[in-house]
């Protein structure tokens, strides 16, 4: 799966789908994209094909790139027919409408087989979204948001008036829509919230990477934010066939929607304060707070074998570095990330020994209630985690890492709960589903013994097959060797008869008897 957001996957995949069902085997293509910046995503769904990019700005480090094309796509300085395929992606909308007509016959004549364009079109509810979707933008940055800034002062292109000019010219063409409204606004809200918070980006791409893989095949609907149109020239564009349209599956809207509000509430905890109430929450910023660590040297923690690291203030990360020197065996050391409850992450644990070693083995426990990759949830005050080696170590310098996401949340502490639970629901299905897969590979393993027995009884019993053959043969052997032996005794036998009656034939008696009997 190519990791990108949702609505670059969204026309990228689609071209990609479009262009490969045109194709015939083994065919390359040779292809412009106009309007295409400096992110060169075409070729990573389409590797294959000679892919350029056409551009009215072109960034410094791209002049030299023969890929890229410096142009103006109203008016292009290429001879027809210059390209197989020309692709315009969500560009038809940033055309002034007086060049609109231009930019479509200029698509047309560099193309030779066909072009493909995506675009949103005018309709009451793709202006409402992408308003809210702007609103959003402006408060977080104080200014519109360039591409949607665009939408506006051109005025989004209108379907209509598109097909009514490919008509005229007998331009054939097919139209699909992409891309729920809903959907598509909602989830450009994510990118703009996740833009003004960089901590955010990480669950923006799992809930981009969701959509890529369980919604984008369903996402075919009247009501979309997005049309493609396939134009074709040459090439019949007969074979297109898109997707027809259908509803997203329901647990896939809710799961997307469980994202977005989990979504929601990170950006809530990362900046409380905006979204909670004041007399929900209870402000401990007046309040002494520090990360403290606390050495057993196999009695125990104590404070008297323990270090105030650092005071602590808000929710920033901090790095913490401490020259310990504990030349006698230690057994655990024990952090504590603040002095009150809260959501930390503690990571990048490096621990050296005396000679300058790091150690590396280690386990770790503690009194949080959920942690999922070094993220730690405390719901009671006194937050620690136990970090306990296989055997007593010494120690010289202890570092580590600690993001402190808020400075207090009580009120927040049963969605979160609301959420774990969740996820252990999702974990007791994995376990029957592991169970239920462990029962059918012992199932598999008894058949496989109970084969593997009758194997042998059947190596036994062709053993012995093969022995009674050996002892047959054997025999045989010994018939023929016997009868042979009879064979010369009766030759011998027969010559010595033969010979005797010889000597009778050639005797002077038998010759006297003979002319008797003649007489």
Known sequence: MINISFDQYQRYKNVANLINRLRTKKEVFRILEVGANEHQNLELFLPDDMIFYLDIQIPDQLLNNPQYILGDATEMSFSNDSFDIVVALDVFEHIPPRKREDFINELYRVSSQFFVLTAPFYSPEVIEAEKRV?????????????????????????????????????????????????????????????????????????????????????????????????????????????????????????????????????????NPKQNVPMEQLINKEDEPDHIQVFIDEGHGFNEQNSHIIKHIHGHTVRHFSKEVNYHNSIASIRIDPSNYMGVFKIYNIRLVDNIGEAFSRYTISGN????????????????????????????????????????????????????????????????????????????????????????????????????????????????????????????????????????????????????????
């Open 134 to 270: 702007n609103k959003i933008y402006n408060l977080f940055f104080k200014t519109d948001f360039i591409w949607l800034e665009e939408h506006s002062a051109n005025g989004l292109p209108k379907q209509e008036e598109l097909e009514s000019q490919l008509k005229n010219n007998h331009y054939p063409y097919c139209v699909f829509n992409h891309g729920n409204i809903d959907v598509w606004e909602k989830l450009m809200g994510v990118h703009f919230i996740a833009a003004s918070n960089p901590e955010l980006l990480m669950y923006r791409q799992e809930i981009d990477d969701y959509y890529n893989r369980y919604l984008f095949d369903y996402d075919f609907t009247d009501s979309s934010y997005r049309k493609i149109f396939v134009v074709g020239k040459e090439r019949s564009i007969e074979a297109v066939q898109m997707n027809p349209l259908c509803d997203i599956p329901p647990d896939r809207i809710t799961k997307i929607n469980e994202l977005v509000i989990n979504f929601y509430r990170l950006a809530t905890l990362m």
């Open 368 to 519: 949080y209630s959920f942690n999922h990759k070094n993220n730690y949830l405390f719901e009671e005050d006194d937050p620690q985690i136990i970090i306990k080696f296989d055997s007593n170590v010494t120690l010289k310098r202890i570092e580590f890492d600690v993001l402190r996401f808020f400075d207090d949340y009580r009120v927040l502490i049963p969605e979160i709960k609301n959420d774990i639970l969740t996820l252990n629901d999702i974990c007791e299905n994995r376990l029957t589903e592991i169970n239920r897969l462990n029962n059918v590979v012992s199932e598999i393993t008894n058949k496989q013994n109970e084969a593997f027995v009758l194997l042998e009884q059947k190596e036994e019993e062709l053993k012995r097959m093969q022995l009674e053959l050996e002892t047959l043969q054997s025999q045989v052997r010994t018939i023929e060797s016997n009868n042979e032996n009879e064979m010369r005794i009766v030759r011998e036998q027969l010559e010595l008869k033969s010979n005797e009656l010889n000597r009778i034939y050639n005797s002077r008696v038998w010759k006297l008897i003979k002319r008797t009997i003649k007489t």
